[in-house]
Structure formats: C-alpha cells, structure tokens
C-alpha cells in the first residue's frame, strides 16, 4: 500500500467541487466554464484563484478572482490549442500579496465537453486525438491521466469511438485489460482509499461498480501475480457483461448491419 | 527565391525512415531530395511558405528563421503536423545530420527527424523543438538552444521534457541565468553534470520540483526563482551577478 505524505501545509480541493466545461467555438478558439466550490475549507477570503490549462507545450493561466469574490475572467479562450485536444485543467488558491505560496490546489481535472456525458458525471477515460499514423488507437499510460488516443486522421473517429459497436466490443475491453494491468500488475495498486483522488484509485472503484466486489491482491510473488490476472479477466468481463458487448458485436456483425 | 514548404506523406515518411535505417547501417548515401517534390512522396501545404537555403549556425538560428516563416500559419497546422516537420527535416538533413569526416552521417533516433506528436517525443524533433521553446520563450532561453542545429542540447531535453518546467517563463529563464554565460555565448562548463552535483541542473530540477509544490511558479520572475534557490546555488548565482 503506498502512503503519501503532505508536508507542504497546502490543502487539497477535491475534484467534486470543481467542474471545467469546454465551450467549442464555431469559428475562433475554444473557452471553457468554470464552476468552483471552496466552502469549507477555511482559506483566506483575499487569497487569489488561477486556473491554468495545460498540455504538453500548451499553458494558458487565468484569475478567477479571490477566494470572496470569484470572478470568471472574460477571456477564457483556450487560443490556439487545437479544439479536438486533450487539455487539463489545474486550479490553485495562492497567498495574496505574498511569496506566492500556494494554499490550495486541484490538478488533472478532465475538462467536459457539452456533447459528451452530463457534466456531473466523472470521466475516467478522456479521448485525445493525435496523428497516430496507421494506428487507429493507443491507450496513453504515461500521462498525468490515461487517456484513450484516436487518430485524428480518420474521419468521424470521435463518433466512432462513441458509438460504432465494433469499435466498441473490440476497443474498449482491451483498454479495460491495459488499464487494470498497469493498474494491479505494474503498479501495485491494489487499495482504491490509498489516495481517492488518483486516477488508479478511480478505477478500483469503477472495478467495484462493475460488480466486481473482492479487492486485487496485492504482492509480486507468481501466485499472487496469477490472481491479479484473475482479477482483471473478472473485472474486464464485468465490464462487457454490463455494457452487453457480446450483443451489440453479434448486432454488428450480422446481415444488413455495417 | 525559395522552395515551397510541402508536407511528406505516408510514404514519403516511410522512405525518410528506410533512409535514415540505412545510415545507421553505415551507408553514405545521399540525402532522397526527390522526396520533397515527388508527388507521391510528398504533398502541398495548405499554405505558401517558401523556404531558403540557409546555414544555420546554432539551433536559435533555426527556431528564429522556422517561426518566421510559419507566423502567417494558423498554430494549429503547425503543431503535430508529422508531414511539415519531416518534410523540412529531410530539406535541412545536411544541418541536422552532418555527413562526418568519414563521409558517413550518424542520425540517432528517427523521432530527432520525423516527429512524434506524443509529449514523451515530440521536444526531441530536431527543428520542432527548437521551434517550440522559440515560440514560449523568444530569446529568453539561450540555455535550451546552445549548439548546432544537430545536436540535442542537453538543457533543452531535460528542461523541454517536464510540461511544468517547459512552459513555466520564470523557471525557463531562471535556468538561463544561472547555466548560460552571456559573455561567451555558451553554456557554462559542468552546468549540466550528470551527477547530482550541488547547484548543478539536475539539482535544479530537483529543486524546483520541489518548490513548484509550495509556490505558484508561474506567477514569478526568473530573478524570483532564483531567489527560491537553496545555498548550493550560491556559486552559480554570484557568477551569475546576483549574490
């Protein structure tokens, strides 16, 4: 079981309280919306509020005011972050007038976006789109946060991805597989209270709504590296025995159907 | 009177690998410079940029002249554009992939010439990356472009390679004051000593790592980083000038 420690003073705003939507543009840039909720935590009414987006060479910083006052700033475009691109969103309360330390933080929070699912809904696999060449997928690992890679080459791959049921009953069991691998295997991470907030721990209870009620076993030894392959093939059949993949594959497959 | 920027396709890229495999096997061949006008190998931009015949001295020189030529180009068909960027690696390949005293040419790894769009890659691309941190911090950044055009700068991929650091003025331009001699024009010896020498960058790295937990780093100055900065970066701040 891994334990984090904190040693910096600075409180942790939980994702819950925050919610970032992406506001896509007909022309120009997107913006996005912002709702922040810090009642509670017992921070300083004068103490300022960034929010700052982020990706690979991307930044863009924002004031949202002070922690009394929250005040949206009229620009929040994203400039010339390409519209189809994943960006993370960080929020941080800091020190006013100060040595600018940070009181307060929320990083990776995964933007909504208005066409997806419902903005209260947590997203744990958000899709990027990236020139993948002859790969139509990858699953990102590496990242901050995993995500689901499309290649932004092929048309309509978005749509695809949410709805072509061959890409679903194919794609996502395997991206379920990769991700409790790393998660289990690779990692050791095997206690979704270990830190709640961390995408691993997400999982886990994803796992657990699934119906997948025994926690992983945790160890490296081969016995116990054979039951946390169990447990993966449990959690993954889960996962298509609740999203019916096996109905919507043979749908897919049969004549008349494209 | 220049050429006009095309963009290699697939099968353009896939012959600039097949040419690039084969150096690396020890042949001296020729740069294929029919692949940057062959119709099959390579294909228009959507916009009219010419390109020069230049020597570039130092990766600056090909940031500044790269970024030039593309301002008039939305970002968005810049970034991650695979075919551009290899399309003007395999235009520049006697810059960024010198033939050698023996006549062979050494490339290394093909994502320093056809680029990689992901964050691991993408800042190791010869000219893209040198593009990119151009692009955030102008001049400001002399460490990060230290050397020929064809060599990865040491500062570049260790600094370029953390989305925090990279992005981050303060901190880019705190690096540049310590590590980077002005009066020589050049990086200072022993800055980037791969052991974890005090005050050395991989301690800054560290460091920095470290304070970014506790302050708000992006709403600083370089002269304000440095201000952060623990006792054993004393020496390189007093040769810096700020004691």
Known sequence: MIRKFNYTGRKRIARSRVNIEIIPAKTGPTSFEASINLSGLTLPKNAEIFIEAYRRSFFRRFAFGTVSQITPPKDRSLGDLDPRALAMFRIKVVESAGKGRILAVADRIIPHRTEDEPANKMCLLPVDFVDLGQSIWRLDLLSDWPSLQLNIRIEDIREIARSNAHFLSLVYPEVVRQIFYKIVVEEDHTDSQTDPEDWMSQWLVFANLLGVKEVPPSGVTEPILQDKLKWIDDAVEAFCSNNKMMEKFAQAMSPGEK | ?243
Not at chain 2, 94 to 111: F, T
Request: include cysteine; hydrophobic fraction near 35%.
């Open chain 2, 1 to 243: 009177m220049g050429d006009l920027v095309r963009i290699l396709t697939d099968e353009g890229i896939r012959s600039f690998r097949e040419y690039l495999a084969s150096l690396r096997a020890g042949a001296s061949d020729n740069p294929p410079w029919e692949l940057l006008s062959d119709f099959r190998s390579s294909a228009n931009f959507d916009f009219n940029v010419e390109v020069e015949d230049l020597e570039f001295s130092t990766g600056l020189d090909a940031a500044k002249y790269l970024y030039e030529i593309l301002s008039t180009v939305e970002y968005s068909r810049v970034d991650q554009n695979v075919g551009l960027w290899s399309w003007l690696s395999l235009k520049y390949i006697d810059q960024l992939c010198p033939v050698r005293r023996n006549g062979s040419r050494r490339p290394g790894q093909d994502y320093r010439f056809i680029l990689e769009p992901e964050f691991r890659y993408y800042y190791r691309h010869l000219l893209f990356g040198a593009y990119t941190v151009f692009r955030l911090h102008g001049s400001k950044a002399p460490l990060l472009f230290d050397g020929p055009p064809s060599e990865m700068n040491k500062f570049r991929l260790e600094l370029a390679c953390r989305q925090g650091f990279i992005t981050n003025k303060g901190i880019i331009e705190a690096a540049s004051l310590l590590y980077y001699d002005t009066q020589r024009g050049r990086a200072k010896p022993g800055a980037a000593a791969t052991t974890r020498k005090p005050g050395t960058l991989f301690r800054f790295i560290d460091v920095v790592q470290q304070l970014d937990l506790t302050y708000d780093l992006h709403s600083m100055t370089g002269e304000q980083v440095l201000n952060l900065l623990p006792k054993e970066f004393d020496e390189w701040r007093r040769e810096a000038g700020r004691p």
